[in-house]
């Protein structure tokens, strides 16, 4: 078992929920407006005036064989448009209730 | 904004609630009746008191200062001028313009049954008399006839006036003018003294002798009959057959004392139109109807009228008002046309597509249809001032659209989908499209609030303005954004002919935006130059304000003319329609390409407020529409004058463009100045008012001098010794009423024929009342004299002549007065002079006249509506831009970003001063109120770049840069918004068709100023903002670094 934290621009929403439908993938936690910047080129996200757009956050944990395939439309998604900003980050489940 | 999410996620109740709006707006507008001003209720009451037999001095004393004194305690009073005049003292209250006329009214009657006692017992009780806007006749007819000439006015009464009544809307219709029919009993007074008989007796017989009367019923058998005695005269020659006396044992006929004409009313008006002998119909409106609904009718009816008229005779429509109003209304609906189409293409040329443009253009209808819901809701009409505000927002409802679109596109440009764009896209900008509009509300709402005249008119503007705005930025929220993610597309390949015009447009525009940024480096390097050249254009431009003359109200071409000329007193009506007869033929062959219609009125007329004499010529020239005229009717008004002034008959003449004085012009703009001189002597102040008017002639511009007294006018007075009335036994009353009898006759009877009444008119005869001795010669009868009883019970005869005298004097002064002052006022009305300058050089004149002891002089007129207008302006002003600071600085949380952005605004009135100036355009009322709504469209554009420079500089960037690429970024925002609402202007300023000239010079003052503070605000703005623009960023990370002690890293 492997947690995705998906973290993205809001706008990609409803792409990012039509991933995990995809892929069959049912459960997952979401925050809808969290704030950040990315570490390198990515703008702030903070929803001020400044910075208006915001983020939302995705946390989902899934079977191993299923992170490559997630990972890989993620990608995709982010490709078509990198400006808008999405990463990714996948870490071990130790234990579940 | 959660309303963007929802909107977007549910297209079809977005569409359709707006699609319901629009529905109810056009429902709204089909039911809405047009006029050419909001609704106006001039402020004005008067009290008419009438007290017999007191002279002009007396009834001041008595009544005018009694009543006056506590009439000035009325609450909103703000002026109190009266007229008294022998028997008849006039009060005119004048109050604050918009208060309850109703309250003031009943607060008045209060006052009158305060004061009712301390007037004189035998004064009747005053009269109050509102004045109504719907005494101005909202039609005037003309009828002229050849043989049905003696029955016209009959022929009218019948055929058109009851037609005309029954026209719902339609108050009183009068006829002036044609004849009336009369039977005279012009008696001889030798003959009736040889039959020991007087007038009164004569007139009596008559009146007993012509009667019906019921005398009750009777049961005969089983039926029941009403008995009547039947005494009237059938034919009007039956009088000459009335036995009115014996004399002798001889019958005394009628015939034997007195000459028996079926006739004519002796003329005192004679009425023509283009030289034919006619009548002339005057038609109002009952308060609050509708003059245009009204004049339609009687046009829809008017074929039919004319129909049942006798063939020779003729209708013709001398002044028609609602024409004026529609053609002004449609000229104006032509403007709001054209202001669209110029909206449109500045959005597709910035746009460059189709799809964009229409989002956009939606934004339009959309909100200005809501404005037809306000005026029906509220029971406004659709006039100059709401299809005026129209036109100013036109330009400005699209500009939040264009905003929001433009983030829109920017983020699917990006790669979002339409959907996601436009909900981010919104949320992004929604802050600042929402300030921007509070700015434009922050000037428009106070609007509503301003007092008086102007606050009248204006109201609509500000709430229509408010409302417009606010429904456009709703729209720019939620039916933009919806629409965007229904229409817009990902990829934008535009191919064809779209394509080229797309392609060549935002060529033109980035060669434009790259211009852009190397000038504001250029500028940013030389920053004192830049701001040199600033504060010198700004300084240069108040040098212009001395030459900007100032007006209060532009004038309009209503294609009306009216004069009125006054021949030497005592000329007889007849004599003066032979000399208006002159007049017309020279006036009529010099403009008769100009003049469509003479109609002319020679002697007194029968209004209450009518003061012509039978020396007074009225002319109303009707001229072709203005666009088929070379002059306008100003000009042509002063070649009359000219015309007129070679007369050596006419003794004073007046020229009035656009109709009658008063009425006519009150709200057709136009200025008139007048001096007023008071002082307790009335004969100083005459002299004074002489001498002023003549030299007021001379100051250039000024037209139409009229001092208010009139001037004496000779008349015979009859006076009585009351010691000998005494002794004959006669009263004073008694002997005023033989006099009268006498000359003016009286009616004893009236002659009934076809269902129609006529006066049987008993006096003495033409020829028997030709002098003095005429007078002196009236026999009185006393039947009872005192002391002396007369042996044979007959009755005593005394001449005149031995009771009393006849003299020739003139008539008593008219006693004026304003703010319980005596007063003369000489006014002036004025062409082609600035009201300003006309002031100061009255001003000169008034100065170098001597002024007697005991008189002041004073200017008036339209000066004073000026400046209280003028200063309710200046404050309201101060309290928009006031508001507008209070507004941006709570957006930018800022104190120093909204004074920048403020910094653009001195230069607006720079572009006010300079585009009156070039187009030769006064500073007046209408010029003001678009400098003051300037406050609220120019700091947008202010609003729109530093915001974004704000922006820039938050994300760190450096000054100069964050100005260069804001420069650019913003351009086309900035410029798009700023050319709709010049270009939406443009038909305003430029002009055309009737009526134009009122709002012409708020469209020349917006355009001026915002394109000159448009320029300012892209090239001196940014070099203030290097100068002072804080970075809040680093004075935040400062300020930090020093609480948490990292000094010195």
């Known amino acids: 078992m492997k947690t995705v934290f998906i973290v993205y621009n809001q706008a990609l929403m409803e792409k990012v929920m039509h991933i995990l439908d995809r892929l069959n993938i049912r459960g997952f936690t979401m925050w809808e407006d969290v704030q950040g910047r990315g570490s390198d080129k990515g703008e702030p996200h903070y929803g001020t005036h400044t910075w208006p757009a915001m983020n939302s956050a995705t946390l989902t944990v899934v079977e191993e064989e299923t992170v490559p395939a997630l990972l890989d439309m993620l990608k995709k998604l982010n490709s078509v448009s990198e400006k808008q900003g999405l990463r990714a980050f996948v870490w071990q489940v130790e234990e579940t209730v | 904004m959660k309303i963007t999410k929802s909107s977007v996620k549910k297209p079809i109740t977005t569409l359709l609630v707006f699609v319901g709006l629009m529905v109810f707006g056009v429902y709204s507008y089909l039911y809405l009746p047009i006029d050419l001003y909001p609704e106006i209720e001039p402020p004005i009451i008067t009290v008419n008191t009438t007290y017999d037999g007191a002279n002009a001095e007396d009834i001041e004393e008595n009544i005018t200062r009694v009543l006056e004194d506590n009439l000035v305690m009325v609450s909103n009073l703000r002026e109190i001028s009266s007229t008294s005049r022998d028997n008849n003292s006039t009060i005119f209250l004048e109050f604050e313009w918009g208060i309850n006329m109703d309250e003031a009214a009943n607060e008045i009657r209060d006052v009158i049954d305060r004061v009712e006692r301390f007037l004189p017992e035998e004064a009747e009780k005053p009269n109050l008399f509102k004045f109504d806007v719907g005494m101005i006749p909202v039609m005037v007819l003309s009828a002229t006839a050849d043989e049905s000439y003696p029955a016209l006015r009959q022929i009218l009464d019948d055929r058109v006036v009851n037609e005309l009544n029954r026209i719902d809307g339609v108050g009183a219709v009068n006829i002036r003018g044609g004849p009336t029919r009369e039977i005279q009993v012009n008696v001889d007074p030798q003959r009736l003294e040889a039959y020991n008989m007087t007038v009164e007796q004569l007139g009596a017989v008559i009146g007993q002798e012509n009667i019906d009367r019921p005398a009750g019923d009777m049961d005969i058998g089983s039926l029941n009959y009403p008995v009547?005695?039947?005494?009237?005269?059938?034919?009007?020659?039956?009088?000459?057959?009335?036995?009115?006396?014996?004399?002798?044992?001889?019958?005394?006929?009628?015939?034997?004392?007195?000459?028996?004409?079926?006739?004519?009313?002796?003329?005192?008006?004679?009425?023509?139109?283009?030289?034919?002998?006619?009548?002339?119909?005057?038609?109002?409106?009952?308060?609050?109807?509708?003059?245009?609904?009204?004049?339609?009718?009687?046009?829809?009816?008017?074929?039919?009228?004319?129909?049942?008229?006798?063939?020779?005779?003729?209708?013709?429509?001398?002044?028609?008002?609602?024409?004026?109003?529609?053609?002004?209304?449609?000229?104006?609906?032509?403007?709001?046309?054209?202001?669209?189409?110029?909206?449109?293409?500045?959005?597709?040329?910035?746009?460059?597509r189709w799809r964009a443009t229409f989002i956009i253009i939606l934004t339009i209808p959309v909100s200005l249809i809501v404005s037809f819901i306000y005026l029906n809701l509220t029971g406004n009409t659709i006039n100059i001032i709401s299809l005026s505000s129209l036109t100013l927002a036109i330009g400005m409802v699209v500009d939040d659209a264009?905003?929001?679109?433009?983030?829109?596109?920017?983020?699917?440009?990006?790669?979002?989908?339409?959907?996601?764009?436009?909900?981010?896209?919104?949320?992004?900008?929604?802050?600042?499209?929402?300030?921007?509009?509070?700015?434009?509300?922050?000037?428009?709402?106070?609007?509503?609030?301003?007092?008086?005249?102007?606050?009248?008119?204006?109201?609509?503007?500000?709430?229509?303005?408010?409302?417009?705005?606010?429904?456009?930025?709703?729209?720019?929220?939620?039916?933009?954004?919806?629409?965007?993610?229904?229409?817009?597309?990902?990829?934008?390949?535009?191919?064809?002919?779209?394509?080229?015009?797309?392609?060549?447009?935002?060529?033109?525009?980035k060669r434009l935006d790259s211009f852009y940024g190397n000038i504001l480096g250029w500028t940013l390097r030389r920053r004192i130059v830049v701001v040199i050249i600033a504060v010198a254009a700004f300084g240069g431009s108040l040098g212009l304000l001395n030459v900007v003359g100032t007006e209060f109200m532009p004038m309009a071409d209503n294609d009306r003319i009216s004069a009125e000329i006054e021949l030497p007193m005592g000329y007889k009506v007849e004599k003066t329609a032979e000399f208006a007869r002159i007049l017309e033929e020279d006036i009529g062959e010099k403009y008769s390409d100009e003049i469509e219609i003479i109609s002319t009125s020679a002697g007194q007329g029968e209004g209450i407020f009518d003061d012509s004499g039978p020396n007074v010529i009225e002319f109303t020239f009707r001229m072709t529409p203005i666009n088929e005229r070379d002059r306008d009717i100003f000009e042509i008004a002063d070649l009359m004058r000219e015309d007129l002034a070679r007369y050596p008959e006419i003794v004073e003449y007046s020229v009035y463009p656009g109709g009658g004085p008063g009425g006519g012009q009150m709200m057709m703009g136009g200025s008139e100045i007048e001096v007023i001189i008071s002082g307790h002597d009335i004969d100083a102040s005459m002299d004074l008012a002489e001498v002023l008017s003549e030299r007021i002639d001379e100051v250039e511009g000024t037209r139409d001098i009229e001092i208010s007294m009139d001037r004496p006018r000779p008349q015979l007075e009859v006076e009585f010794d009351r010691e000998k009335l005494a002794d004959h036994g006669l009263r004073?009353?008694?002997?005023?009423?033989?006099?009268?009898?006498?000359?003016?006759?009286?009616?004893?009877?009236?002659?009934?024929?076809?269902?129609?009444?006529?006066?049987?008119?008993?006096?003495?005869?033409?020829?028997?009342?030709?002098?003095?001795?005429?007078?002196?010669?009236?026999?009185?009868?006393?039947?009872?004299?005192?002391?002396?009883?007369?042996?044979?019970?007959?009755?005593?005869?005394?001449?005149?002549?031995?009771?009393?005298?006849?003299?020739?004097?003139?008539?008593?002064?008219?006693i004026e007065r304003l703010n319980r002052q005596r007063t003369i006022t000489v006014s002036s009305s004025l062409h082609g002079v600035a009201l300003g300058e006309a002031v100061e050089n009255i001003e000169k004149v008034v100065g170098q006249v001597d002024t007697p002891e005991g008189t002041t002089i004073e200017i008036g007129g339209t000066v004073e509506d000026q400046q209280e207008a003028f200063s309710d302006l200046f404050t309201l002003l101060l309290l928009v831009i006031m508001l507008v600071y209070i507004v941006m600085a709570s957006q930018f949380e800022s104190f120093r970003s909204p004074f920048i952005i403020m910094l653009s605004l001195p230069f607006a009135f720079t572009g006010v001063f300079l585009a009156l100036f070039i187009t030769g355009t006064t500073l007046n009322l209408i010029s003001l109120i678009g400098s003051v709504l300037l406050v609220g469209i120019v700091v947008k554009n202010g609003i729109v770049l530093v915001d974004f420079i704000n922006l820039m500089r938050d994300r760190g960037l450096a000054i100069s840069q964050a100005i260069i690429i804001s420069g650019k970024s913003r351009l086309r925002p900035v410029l798009m918004t700023t050319l709709t609402t010049i270009l939406a202007m443009m038909p305003l300023a430029i002009g055309i068709g009737e009526g134009a000239e009122i709002w012409q010079p708020m469209g020349i003052a917006i355009i001026g100023g915002l394109a000159f503070s448009t320029l300012v605000t892209l090239l001196f703005i940014p070099v203030v903002y290097s100068a002072f623009g804080a970075n809040r960023l680093r004075r935040e990370r400062k300020r930090m670094a020093h609480e948490m002690g990292f000094n010195g890293e």
Do not use: C
């Not at chain 2, 009687?298 to 063939?311: D, T, V, Y």
């Not at chain 2, 002919?497 to 060529?507: H, L, P």
């Not at chain 2, 007078?775 to 005593?796: C, S, T, V």
């Open chain 2, 228 to 352: 009547r005695v039947e005494g009237r005269f059938d034919l009007s020659e039956e009088l000459n057959d009335l036995v009115v006396s014996s004399f002798g044992g001889r019958r005394v006929l009628l015939e034997d004392v007195a000459e028996i004409n079926d006739t004519l009313e002796k003329m005192r008006v004679d009425e023509r139109t283009d030289g034919e002998r006619g009548a002339r119909i005057s038609v109002q409106q009952q308060s609050g109807a509708n003059a245009v609904e009204i004049s339609s009718e009687i046009m829809e009816r008017l074929p039919q009228i004319k129909g049942a008229l006798p063939p020779d005779v003729e209708l013709t429509t001398i002044v028609d008002t609602s024409e004026f109003i529609v053609d002004s209304i449609d000229s104006l609906t032509q403007t709001v046309l054209y202001a669209g189409i110029f909206v449109v293409l500045v959005v597709l040329f910035f746009l460059g």
């Open chain 2, 732 to 814: 004073y009353s008694t002997a005023a009423d033989y006099v009268r009898n006498r000359i003016a006759g009286f009616t004893a009877t009236r002659f009934r024929e076809a269902g129609e009444e006529f006066d049987v008119v008993v006096r003495y005869g033409e020829e028997h009342r030709q002098n003095i001795e005429d007078i002196e010669n009236i026999l009185f009868y006393n039947e009872n004299p005192q002391g002396n009883e007369n042996p044979q019970g007959r009755m005593e005869t005394i001449r005149l002549r031995e009771l009393g005298w006849v003299e020739e004097r003139l008539s008593p002064p008219v």
């Open chain 2, 402 to 509: 264009i905003v929001v679109l433009e983030n829109i596109t920017k983020h699917i440009e990006r790669g979002s989908t339409p959907k996601e764009a436009a909900v981010y896209g919104t949320n992004e900008v929604g802050l600042a499209v929402v300030a921007t509009t509070l700015t434009v509300i922050a000037v428009f709402l106070p609007l509503t609030m301003v007092g008086g005249l102007s606050g009248i008119m204006f109201r609509q503007l500000g709430f229509i303005v408010t409302l417009v705005v606010s429904i456009s930025t709703i729209a720019a929220l939620t039916l933009t954004p919806m629409l965007s993610s229904q229409l817009l597309r990902m990829n934008n390949r535009r191919e064809g002919y779209g394509g080229k015009i797309t392609d060549f447009s935002q060529n033109i525009l």
